[in-house]
């Protein structure tokens, strides 16, 4: 089947942003007195929206959390991400030649979103093409943000790739009907989690055009 459309997560697939974003919401944690590793919280948040990580942390805290904390976390994150984010290795050259049409469809929120990719760089690729869980009823891992980009985007469901590198992006996309290509960024540690929920996992961005040449050629891929 020939691909109509590539969906691109943001976090991780596109910027190498995750580590910032969660040393930050570590660091704005243990100013209200949670104190968790940037492992732990990388484990614990990594794939969810803004809402679901702000409840998460009220759970782990055992109380609400201050007023202002998530407008702090905002800021905060925006300043160290308009410092600090690079693309992952390879993106900028994949999104330049990549003649199949393409988008991104995040969990994040608009703004941020855009902070992200802008500071990458990337932003210029994506124009018009950005699709966030503000926009559906339910966030990932539900499949509607992949449906809702795929309409949007007027391509066929399973003829929709997605990029992900977690969990929980992969179950939304296969709960999509879409085929999931799982991106570890060198981690092998996570291939086998993404594997059993339906991915085909790789750990080089350079190799994506040729695994999506791959994959119109082939029909057994999960």
């Known amino acids: 089947m020939r691909i109509e459309l590539v969906i691109f997560d943001c976090d991780g697939v596109l910027v190498d942003s995750e580590p910032i974003m969660n040393r930050v919401l570590a660091e704005q944690l243990q100013e209200i007195g949670v104190v968790l590793p940037l492992s732990e919280v990388m484990r614990r948040f990594v794939g969810k929206t803004r809402d679901q990580c702000l409840?998460?942390?009220?759970?782990?805290?055992?109380?609400?959390?201050?007023?202002?904390?998530?407008?702090e976390w905002d800021a905060a994150a925006f300043d160290a991400l308009r410092k600090e984010a690079r693309p992952v290795a390879g993106v900028p050259e994949v999104l330049r030649d990549l003649a199949i049409p393409y988008c991104v469809a995040s969990n994040g929120m608009p703004d941020r979103v855009r902070v992200t990719l802008d500071s990458a760089g990337l932003?210029?690729?994506?124009?018009?093409?950005?699709f966030t869980s503000s926009e559906v009823a339910k966030?990932?891992?539900?499949?509607?943000?992949f449906l809702h980009a795929?309409?949007?985007?007027?391509?066929?469901?399973?003829?929709?790739?997605?990029?992900?590198?977690?969990?929980?992006?992969?179950?939304?996309?296969?709960?999509?009907?879409?085929?999931?290509?799982?991106?570890?960024?060198?981690?092998?540690s996570?291939?086998?989690?993404?594997e059993r929920n339906g991915a085909v996992v790789f750990d080089d961005m350079s190799r994506l055009p040729g695994l999506l040449?791959?994959?119109e050629q082939r029909s057994d891929i999960p």
């Open 190 to 194: 996570e291939a086998a989690v993404l």
């Open 55 to 71: 409840a998460l942390a009220a759970e782990i805290r055992g109380s609400e959390l201050p007023r202002r904390f998530g407008a």
């Open 139 to 145: 966030p990932k891992p539900a499949p509607d943000l």
């Open 123 to 130: 932003l210029c690729y994506f124009e018009g093409r950005i």
């Open 150 to 188: 795929a309409a949007s985007m007027e391509a066929a469901p399973a003829a929709c790739v997605v990029i992900e590198d977690t969990p929980t992006g992969v179950k939304a996309a296969r709960a999509a009907g879409m085929q999931v290509l799982g991106y570890i960024g060198g981690s092998a």
């Open 213 to 215: 040449q791959q994959h």
